[in-house]
């Protein structure tokens, strides 16, 4: 199986599954990978490449027909996909809300954005993915999930590289909240964004603040990477 990649050719092996929308198929490391596919299917398509039990039927019953349905099933076969296993695969979500592996060693991440789903596969360590449609009015709300002073290093640019920049932030952000799966951890005030200059792929340093039981906080930076991929922003990110 070939996948063509915006940095040239990856070959890859061609697993049991077959998973024919498969669009971007990247290997971080040794230990991590993900992969992004393009849903073309209907619901009942999807459904018949899955094992689900009782306490999944009943999560696809409580969705909405439409696109909540097929983001949920097509997130599962991609997973599937990237697992190479026919048999099945018990993914239910903690407290928190983080979906995690209850029968495989592997830790994941999630993600959706209209007509694409991605999933984030580590052998070692949390992940954590996100992808968006990139829109305009992103800048009407940046003021809620960004620090006045994270929004200073893009005063002057113009109106589409603040867009892209804005996007690569909270791409970011999304990333590292899925990988620490806490809850209670706010984009605008535990998270920070270092200066950076946006490039259609490239990395920035994120700073986040956790609050611990103890009553202390623990300081983290994390290396995100980001992308353009067609008219979305893809952001990733693995355990430091």
């Not at 696109?67 to 990237?82: A, I």
């Not at 048999?87 to 209209?114: M, R, V, W």
């Not at 002073?149 to 899925?178: N, P, T």
């Not at 994390?222 to 952001?235: A, C, I, N, S």
Request: with cysteine; proline share 4%; net charge neutral.
């Amino acid at each position: 199986m070939i996948v063509r990649m915006r940095s040239g050719t990856f070959f890859v092996k061609m697993p049991k599954f077959v998973c024919m929308g498969l669009v971007y198929l990247r290997k971080l490391n040794k230990d991590t990978r993900f992969a992004i596919w393009r849903i073309e299917e209907e619901a009942d398509d999807l459904l018949s490449r899955l094992q689900l039990d009782e306490r999944e039927r009943g999560v696809l019953r409580s969705l909405n027909k439409g696109k909540r349905t097929l983001h949920w099933l097509g997130t599962r076969v991609l997973l599937r996909y990237m697992l190479d296993t026919p048999g099945f695969i018990d993914c239910p979500s903690d407290e928190n809300g983080k979906p995690y592996l209850a029968n495989f060693p592997q830790k994941i991440s999630l993600t959706h954005s209209f007509d694409y789903v991605a999933v984030m596969l580590s052998e070692n360590g949390e992940v954590g993915i996100d992808l968006e449609l990139v829109k305009p009015k992103i800048t009407r709300i940046a003021h809620k999930f960004m620090k006045p002073e994270e929004l200073e290093f893009m005063e002057g640019l113009e109106a589409e590289s603040r867009i892209d920049h804005l996007y690569a932030c909270w791409c970011a952000k999304e990333a590292v909240y899925k990988l620490q799966g806490n809850r209670g951890v706010s984009f605008k005030d535990n998270m920070t964004i270092h200066p950076f200059v946006f490039q259609e792929q490239g990395v920035l340093a994120l700073t986040l603040v956790k609050p611990q039981e103890n009553g202390t906080e623990s300081l983290t930076t994390y290396k995100v990477h980001y992308e353009r991929f067609l008219d979305y922003m893809l952001g990733y990110v693995m355990e430091p």
